[in-house]
């Protein structure tokens, strides 16, 4: 090791544990470089830099599993899809797969019902120049509104504080802050308690929706337990719109900071799938995703103990110079040849992480995503910021807090 290591480390963990960091890429190419793999004494766990290792902690099921106890996704969720395996995983997360990766659906029905709801919201977005507050505005009621209707929880429209006291509380709370903790409970009891009734409307009368679908699937001759209904139902309303939402902020602020970059679209639109792809490995929403070794292991030439946790670092994993040339360049072309595999396991792109638990919303999110941005190119010759550039924030969930752009039509 060198001397560079510790200061790496150490600013990390300051990072991890709140510290503003607008730029944490070049932390992570110095500790990447030193070390892909390394111990944190204060997180209790593995960061893991490198695109290789990270793909290799996803991928290796056998020797690295979801963090199944203790803090993190599952105290707040109880056990949900993310925490399961082998065949019973394949089995409960293809009844989400249905409903959200059906590419006759994604080109059909989904795809009228998003730009319908883009229409819609891009209505109330200036007509003249004028300043919008696009995350208001656009980016969060557009994943909000989709997963409220996949689960038929209209009234989920009315509580946005619910999915992100959700988010906060499970990935992101890396330091355990109690506080953050207890936001995440209180969000998941109100969730409950609108479900209850939801759960039994359903079991009766079963609609043609995600939670009837998981009131009346069977496995192993017995329907899921409201509990395993309630756990999966709060980890989607999380897991599907936080994400989103953050993916267009990000790729937004990318475009007003690269107005070349935005001219480039407007001249080719066809490039947006690209862009899509190149945001969420410029800027990756979900930064960090958590595994624990479930046997001794070897990853980058540390050891790792059976039981010891890991965060994989998606977004340095997605600026590893080994498989992204020029990676800190944010070019919205990078993909214009394949982007549709980095929606899948296939690609090299780690921000749906990999592996048997690759995100299955990843389809949903680029169509989001795509048609928000086909409104605006269409609509707006320039967008600028209204005011001073915002500074991303979070350590493992990561966007700019707040978008306020001036359009320009
Ligand atoms: C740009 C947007 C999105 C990003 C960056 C993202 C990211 C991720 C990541 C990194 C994982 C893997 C977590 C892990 O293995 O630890 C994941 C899993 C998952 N995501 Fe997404 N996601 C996005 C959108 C969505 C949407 C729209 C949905 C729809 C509900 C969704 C549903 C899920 C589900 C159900 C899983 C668990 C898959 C499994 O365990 O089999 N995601 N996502």
Redesign the pocket.
């Known amino acids: 090791m060198t001397a560079t290591a510790p200061t790496a480390l150490a600013e990390l963990e300051a990072f991890a544990a709140g510290a503003s960091t607008p730029d944490p890429y070049p932390i992570y190419a110095r500790l990447r470089a030193e070390s892909p793999v390394v111990w944190s004494a204060p997180l209790q766990a593995w960061l893991v830099t490198g695109w290789a290792e990270v793909t290799r902690a996803?991928k290796d099921a056998a020797t690295f599993g979801?963090l199944s106890s203790g803090a993190g996704?599952s105290a707040i969720y109880g056990r949900?899809?993310?925490h399961?395996s082998g065949d019973e995983?394949r089995r409960k997360?293809a009844i989400?797969a249905r409903r959200?990766r059906n590419r006759r659906e994604l080109r059909g029905t989904l795809r009228e019902r998003i730009s319908a709801l883009v229409s819609a919201l891009g209505d109330e977005l200036p007509a003249a120049p004028g300043v919008a507050d696009i995350r208001a505005g656009l980016t969060t009621p557009l994943?909000l509104t989709?997963?409220a209707e996949?689960t038929t929880m209209h009234e989920a429209v009315n509580f946005p504080q619910w999915y992100h006291d959700l988010a906060g509380a499970s990935v992101s709370n890396v330091s355990r802050d109690p506080a953050v903790h207890a936001r995440g409970v209180a969000a998941r009891e109100e969730i409950d308690a609108w479900l209850d009734p939801a759960i039994a409307r359903k079991r009766a009368d079963p609609g043609d929706d995600l939670l009837s679908d998981l009131c009346t699937v069977e496995y192993e001759g017995q329907r899921l337990s409201d509990t395993e209904i309630k756990s999966?139902t709060a980890?989607?309303l999380a897991?599907?719109?936080e994400?989103?939402d953050?993916?267009l902020v990000n790729l937004l602020g990318g475009l007003v900071r690269h107005p070349e970059q935005w001219e480039r679209l407007r001249a080719a639109p066809d490039l947006v799938p690209s862009a899509v792809a190149e945001v969420?490995r410029w800027k990756?929403?979900?930064q960090g995703?958590?595994?624990q070794a479930l046997v001794d292991a070897s990853l980058g030439g540390a050891s790792i103990a059976a039981g010891e946790k890991l965060i994989?670092l998606?977004g340095a994993a997605n600026r590893d110079p080994a498989v992204f040339p020029d990676p800190d360049t944010f070019d919205v072309g990078r993909f214009a040849d394949n982007a549709d595999p980095q929606f899948t396991p296939v690609g090299p792109l780690?921000?749906?992480?990999?592996?048997?638990?690759?995100?299955?919303?990843?389809l949903?999110?680029?169509l989001?995503?795509e048609l928000a941005m086909e409104h605006l190119l269409d609509r707006y010759r320039r967008l600028s910021f209204a005011g001073e550039p915002p500074v991303d924030a979070g350590f493992m969930l990561r966007s700019a807090p707040d978008l306020h752009l001036l359009l320009h039509p």
């Open positions: 996803f979801p996704s949900t899809i993310l399961m995983h997360a989400v959200i994943p989709v997963i996949l999966n980890f989607f897991a599907g719109i994400t989103t953050r993916a969420l990756a929403p979900v995703s958590v595994r994989l998606l780690r921000a749906f992480g990999g592996g048997e638990h690759t995100c299955s919303g990843s949903l999110a680029k989001e995503v």
